[in-house]
C-alpha cells in the first residue's frame, strides 16, 4: 500500500493471508484467512480499534483482537471473523458466528452504540427482534438478530441479517436510513431499526455510499428466507410473492423516502416521464432486481 503517492509511506504485508481489504478516509482495515483482523493509519476517531486516538499516521499493523462490553472494564477475544467494512471514520467487522462489531466515529450513532460519541475499541452491536408469536404453536419467539453483512456510510450503516433482512441505524431523520423514524425531542441516534419496505423479499448484497445505498434482492422470495420457529420448527411466517407485485400503481405505495412507487408496464405516462428523467434508472436481472 502507499498513501499520498509518498514512496515512503509504503506498507507492506507479503507475510499475511489477506482475503479482505477496505479503507476508510485516513484508515484501513484487512482480514486475514484465519480470520484476523489488523489496522493501520490514522486513529483520530479511534477507528484503528487500539483503545486510543492519534492523528498521526501509523504504518504499523494493529491486530484487532479484543472487543468490550457495555459497563464492564474488562475485554474480552474477538470471535473468528469473516466480514470487514470501512466508514470515512469508522469500522465493522461480522464474525462467523453472526455477530457485529463496530467502533470509531459514532457522533451520529452510526456505530449503533449510545454510550460514547467516540468508540476507541470494538463493541458489540447487539439487536434484539421484537417477540412474534409461532403460528403454529402459540409460543412467543425473541431473538437476537445475526449478521451476514455490513456495508458502511457517512453517518449511518446498514447490515444484512441472516434471514436476508436490512436493517439500518445512524442519524435520525436522514433519508438514507430507508425508514420513516420521526426525531423525537433530544434524540439524534435511531437504533437498529428493520428496513420494512423490503419486508418479504430476500436481500442478497448490499452496499453504502457516503450518502446513499444499494441492495440487491431476488425477485422472488423462497422458503430459505422465512423464519423458522425454535419450538416446533415450521415456518412462523412466510411471505412468498414477487417483487412485481407491490401495488406499484397505488398513490399510496411509496418507497423509503415517501416518492411514490409505480410499475412503468401499467402506465404508460410514467413511462413518458421517465424517458425524459435521465436521473431516473432501474436495473433488473434473470435473478435479482437492484433497487
Known amino acids: 500500500f502507499w498513501v499520498c503517492n509518498k514512496s515512503d509511506e509504503i506498507i507492506t504485508i507479503n507475510e499475511l493471508d489477506v482475503i479482505q481489504l477496505c479503507f476508510g478516509e485516513e484508515h484501513a482495515l484487512l482480514l486475514t484467512k484465519d480470520g484476523k483482523v489488523r489496522s493501520f493509519g490514522k486513529s483520530t476517531f479511534g477507528q484503528l480499534g487500539n483503545g486510543s486516538r492519534n492523528e498521526e ?11 468490550e462490553v457495555e459497563r464492564e472494564d474488562d475485554l474480552f477475544p474477538l470471535p473468528k471473523i ?18 457485529l462489531f463496530m467502533w470509531g466515529d459514532n457522533r451520529n450513532g452510526q ?3 449510545f454510550s460514547s460519541e467516540i468508540l476507541l475499541r470494538p463493541k458489540n452491536v447487539s439487536v ?12 412467543e419467539l425473541s431473538t437476537f438478530v445475526n449478521f451476514i ?4 456510510g457517512t453517518i449511518h450503516t446498514i447490515a444484512l441479517s441472516n434471514h436476508y433482512e436490512l436493517w439500518s441505524w445512524g442519524a435520525v431523520g436522514s433519508e438514507q436510513l430507508g425508514t420513516k423514524s420521526i426525531p423525537r425531542d433530544n434524540d439524534t441516534h435511531q437504533p437498529p431499526m428493520r428496513i420494512e419496505f423490503l419486508s418479504g423479499f430476500r436481500v442478497v448484497d448490499i452496499s453504502c455510499g457516503y450518502d446513499h445505498n444499494l441492495a440487491l434482492v431476488e425477485s422472488e422470495q423462497d422458503e430459505r428466507g422465512n423464519h423458522y420457529c425454535v419450538y416446533c420448527s415450521k415456518v412462523r411466517f412466510g411471505n412468498k410473492k414477487k417483487l412485481n407485485s407491490l401495488n406499484r400503481s397505488s398513490p399510496k ?3 423509503p423516502l415517501g416518492l411514490p412507487v409505480r410499475d412503468s408496464s401499467s402506465s404508460s405516462d410514467f413511462s413518458d ?4 428523467s435521465p436521473n431516473i434508472m432501474s436495473s433488473n436481472h434473470d435473478n435479482g432486481t437492484v433497487l
Not at 149 to 152: A, D, F, K, T
Open 149 to 152: 453483512q455490513v456495508s458502511c
Open 273 to 276: 416521464r421517465k424517458s425524459q
Open 128 to 139: 434484539k427482534e421484537e417477540v412474534t408469536e409461532c403460528l403454529y404453536c402459540n409460543k
Open 253 to 255: 405505495s411509496t418507497c
Open 57 to 67: 499516521f501509523s504504518r504499523t499493523l494493529f491486530h484487532v483482537k479484543e472487543y
Open 82 to 99: 469473516s466480514k470487514i467494512a470501512c466508514g470515512p471514520f469508522t469500522s465493522a467487522i461480522v464474525s462467523e458466528d453472526g455477530r
Open 111 to 113: 456505530c449503533g452504540s
